[in-house]
């Protein structure tokens, strides 16, 4: 019986030099840099070259489809078994206490933009794939190792490989958690506009904060123009005394610059993170903006500390799938064309978008704040009897050892849920803190090197059995 773990040790060395190749990279979707041979800006292109290069340089059958998506390809068979990764990331933001790309070790873990989400993931599963390749285990199925580039926005890449190649029979993602995430929750933003004015004492010149959707803004920042300067200045350095923020007031040509930090977290759970842009509303909203008051107020009334949409009478909780979220993220306003707001939901099973869409207007109304629903994904589950959720529990459990782990929903949405038989496996460990989609990303070397072993034995037993 093969030594799995032994097998992903030896590996070690290797995978951490590819896989610091493809992390230096800033593989960050950039629409202002596209063009019609880089549809989504030149790094995520260039990690996708990367990547299939070194794929064909191991053995692999490789191709790219328009610099949007591409895919390594093993084995032979009717059936296709897909694994898919994605080697965008997020923009790094700030508050790192090194290069997001330049990766580095520090007490075992690694530390860079994308290292657990999703390279570093990734890249352990495409090793393990490569091993059982380059050991000469014979395949009973085709198997195509598929990259995106642009998982962190709207899937582009992903959504071209289903309309141009055969849809697979069953698949993994590696960009979520163990064991085994069988379910995720359907999601969707509410785009909010609100309209601009200044005729109060006090004016909202501009609010920035949040860099994406699914992501909880860490900073936010406004300026604005007040009577006294010297009272706000006093309530503000009040205010960042008796909250969980940190922050500064700067003195501008006619008025203050407020700064406010918090801590980013993944958009799927945003109870994780402290969202700057609803601090820095909820003390804003004690001045007389008038006109500005519509998107201060709504901010501060309705979403500060409210992940769960109580204050909307919106809350739901299924008993399979889990609550209801909410992340607030993006946050922005400017006094000539007003504010934009993204309200970002994962729900489960049992409501609607348009059910919350009722909801947020019936409060959204009375502030003149008009409402559209963006595009989505609903809800997604494969029965825990399936054999690949099976399959994929076992080698977990066999090379873990937690023996009371059982299949999971969550409120990410990954690849897995692309493909009816779909799920998401790995490579976060249940007691890793995640760190996806914050300053300081990192993952622990030892659980990179695990994943793989575990990669391993649950692509063996799926190609064999």
Same mark, same amino acid.
Request: glycine letters at 10%.
């Given at each position: 019986?093969?030594?799995?773990?032994?097998?992903?040790?030896?590996?070690?060395? &290797?995978?951490?030099?590819?896989?610091?190749?493809?992390?230096?990279?800033?593989?960050?979707?950039?629409?202002?840099?596209?063009?019609?041979?880089?549809?989504?800006?030149?790094?995520?292109?260039?990690?996708?070259?990367?990547?299939?290069?070194?794929?064909?340089?191991?053995?692999?059958?490789?191709?790219? %489809?328009? #610099?949007?998506?591409?895919?390594?390809?093993?084995?032979?068979?009717?059936?296709?078994?897909? %694994?898919?990764?994605?080697?965008?990331? @997020?923009?790094?933001?700030?508050?790192?206490?090194?290069?997001?790309?330049?990766?580095?070790?520090?007490?075992?873990?690694?530390?860079?933009?994308?290292?657990?989400?999703?390279?570093?993931?990734?890249?352990?599963?495409?090793?393990?794939?490569?091993?059982?390749?380059?050991?000469?285990?014979?395949?009973?199925?085709?198997?195509?190792?598929?990259?995106?580039?642009?998982?962190?926005?709207?899937?582009?890449?992903?959504?071209?490989?289903?309309?141009?190649?055969?849809?697979?029979?069953?698949?993994?993602?590696?960009?979520?958690?163990?064991?085994?995430? #069988?379910?995720?929750?359907?999601?969707?933003?509410? =785009?909010?506009?609100?309209?601009?004015?200044?005729?109060?004492?006090?004016?909202?010149?501009?609010?920035?904060?949040?860099?994406?959707?699914?992501?909880?803004?860490?900073?936010?920042?406004? +300026?604005?123009?007040?009577?006294?300067?010297?009272?706000?200045? &006093?309530?503000?350095?009040?205010?960042?005394?008796?909250?969980?923020?940190?922050?500064?007031?700067? +003195?501008?040509?006619?008025?203050?610059?407020?700064?406010?930090?918090?801590?980013?977290?993944?958009?799927?759970?945003?109870?994780?993170?402290?969202?700057?842009?609803?601090?820095?509303?909820?003390?804003? #909203?004690?001045?007389?903006?008038?006109?500005?008051?519509?998107?201060?107020?709504?901010?501060?009334?309705? =979403?500060?500390?409210?992940?769960?949409?109580?204050?909307?009478?919106?809350?739901?909780?299924?008993?399979? @799938?889990?609550?209801?979220?909410?992340?607030?993220?993006?946050?922005?306003?400017?006094?000539?064309?007003?504010?934009?707001?993204?309200?970002?939901?994962?729900?489960?099973?049992?409501?609607?978008?348009?059910?919350?869409?009722?909801?947020?207007?019936?409060?959204?109304?009375?502030?003149?704040?008009?409402?559209?629903?963006?595009?989505?994904?609903?809800?997604?589950?494969?029965?825990?009897?399936?054999?690949?959720?099976?399959? =994929?529990?076992?080698?977990?459990?066999?090379? &873990?050892?937690?023996?009371?782990?059982?299949?999971?929903?969550?409120?990410?949405?990954?690849?897995?849920?692309?493909?009816?038989?779909?799920?998401?496996?790995?490579?976060?460990?249940? #007691?890793?803190?995640?760190?996806?989609?914050?300053?300081?990303?990192?993952?622990?070397?030892?659980?990179?090197?695990?994943? @793989?072993?575990?990669?391993?034995?649950?692509?063996?037993?799926?190609?064999?059995?």
């Amino acid at each position: 019986m093969t030594d799995w773990m032994k097998a992903a040790q030896s590996l070690e060395e &290797s995978y951490l030099k590819d896989l610091t190749n493809l992390l230096k990279i800033p593989s960050v979707r950039d629409d202002s840099a596209a063009t019609d041979e880089y549809p989504l800006g030149p790094m995520p292109a260039k990690a996708l070259q990367e990547f299939l290069k070194m794929a064909k340089n191991d053995g692999f059958r490789t191709k790219n %489809i328009d #610099n949007l998506v591409g895919y390594a390809e093993w084995g032979e068979g009717d059936e296709t078994l897909a %694994i898919l990764a994605h080697l965008d990331v @997020m923009p790094a933001g700030k508050g790192w206490d090194t290069d997001p790309f330049d990766p580095v070790i520090k007490d075992g873990n690694l530390y860079a933009r994308g290292a657990s989400d999703d390279k570093g993931p990734g890249m352990a599963c495409y090793y393990a794939l490569k091993y059982l390749k380059d050991q000469g285990v014979k395949f009973n199925k085709k198997v195509r190792f598929i990259v995106g580039t642009d998982e962190e926005s709207n899937w582009t890449g992903m959504h071209r490989y289903f309309e141009v190649e055969p849809a697979p029979t069953m698949g993994f993602s590696p960009d979520a958690e163990f064991p085994v995430i #069988n379910g995720e929750k359907g999601q969707f933003s509410l =785009l909010l506009d609100v309209p601009a004015g200044n005729s109060g004492k006090a004016q909202l010149k501009s609010f920035q904060s949040g860099l994406r959707f699914n992501m909880v803004p860490r900073e936010a920042v406004a +300026e604005i123009t007040v009577p006294d300067k010297e009272q706000v200045t &006093s309530e503000f350095g009040q205010f960042i005394e008796s909250n969980p923020v940190t922050g500064k007031v700067e +003195e501008t040509m006619d008025g203050l610059k407020l700064t406010v930090i918090g801590k980013a977290a993944h958009g799927m759970e945003p109870e994780k993170g402290i969202n700057a842009g609803t601090y820095l509303a909820f003390f804003l #909203n004690k001045y007389d903006f008038a006109g500005g008051a519509s998107f201060i107020s709504f901010l501060a009334k309705y =979403l500060h500390l409210d992940t769960r949409m109580e204050k909307f009478d919106c809350s739901f909780t299924d008993d399979v @799938m889990g609550e209801l979220t909410m992340n607030a993220g993006i946050l922005n306003y400017d006094e000539e064309n007003g504010g934009k707001i993204n309200m970002n939901f994962r729900y489960p099973k049992g409501i609607t978008p348009d059910e919350i869409q009722a909801k947020v207007e019936k409060i959204t109304k009375s502030l003149t704040i008009t409402v559209n629903q963006s595009d989505g994904q609903l809800p997604h589950y494969v029965d825990p009897d399936d054999p690949i959720v099976k399959t =994929l529990m076992e080698a977990y459990i066999d090379i &873990s050892g937690n023996q009371n782990a059982k299949p999971e929903v969550v409120g990410g949405g990954t690849y897995g849920r692309l493909m009816k038989r779909g799920v998401a496996f790995g490579a976060l460990m249940p #007691n890793t803190p995640n760190t996806m989609h914050q300053a300081n990303e990192f993952q622990p070397v030892n659980d990179l090197i695990t994943s @793989m072993a575990i990669y391993m034995q649950a692509i063996n037993n799926l190609v064999t059995d």
